[in-house]
């Protein structure tokens, strides 16, 4: 079994493992409290740079969900129908980044937006110029 999952990740950067991890995370352990046990009450999701609250927010989570479960599975069999889908969605997050910060400091701290969003504009790059390492028919 250790020899299969070393064998797995090393069909990938690191960097491209830390990412299938978080998917990991997110869809078999944050994602199911979040939208089960996690109180209505104190449900936040953000889309688009907007934020959400209760039932709006346990829907975003369902998409959540979806979203992460299918990048984790796509990572770990490196399927080609990933792209161009992990990159628009890491762009997404991007974006998401820059408005959520602009909007949630009325604008006072725009320069940490604009940061947080190019580290994940660079990611989506990495995922771009990375798409080789996936299984094209």
């Known amino acids: 079994m250790f020899k299969q999952l070393k064998q797995n990740f ?10 299938m ?5 997110m869809t078999f352990i944050y ?4 939208i089960f046990i996690k109180p209505l009450a104190e449900d936040q999701e953000v889309w688009f740079g907007v ?11 369902l998409l959540h969900w979806f979203v992460y479960g299918a990048g ?3 990572l770990w069999k490196m399927k080609s129908w990933l792209h161009p889908w ?3 969605y890491i762009l997404q997050v991007a974006y ?15 320069w940490s937006g604009i940061a947080v969003a190019a580290i994940f504009a660079f990611l989506a790059y990495g ?8 299984d094209f028919p």
Not at 21 to 25: E, S
Not at 127 to 134: C, E, G, S
Request: some cysteine; glycine content about 8%.
């Open 72 to 74: 984790f599975f796509g």
């Open 10 to 19: 090393a069909l990938r950067p690191i960097w491209m493992n830390a990412v």
């Open 86 to 88: 992990i990159e628009l």
């Open 127 to 134: 995922f771009y110029m990375k798409k080789d390492l996936f």
């Open 51 to 61: 934020l959400f609250y209760g039932w709006l927010a346990k829907l975003g989570a």
């Open 96 to 110: 998401s980044m820059l408005v959520w910060n602009f909007m949630a400091t009325e604008g006072s701290a725009l």
């Open 31 to 34: 994602l199911p409290w979040d």
């Open 21 to 25: 991890g978080f998917c990991f995370f």
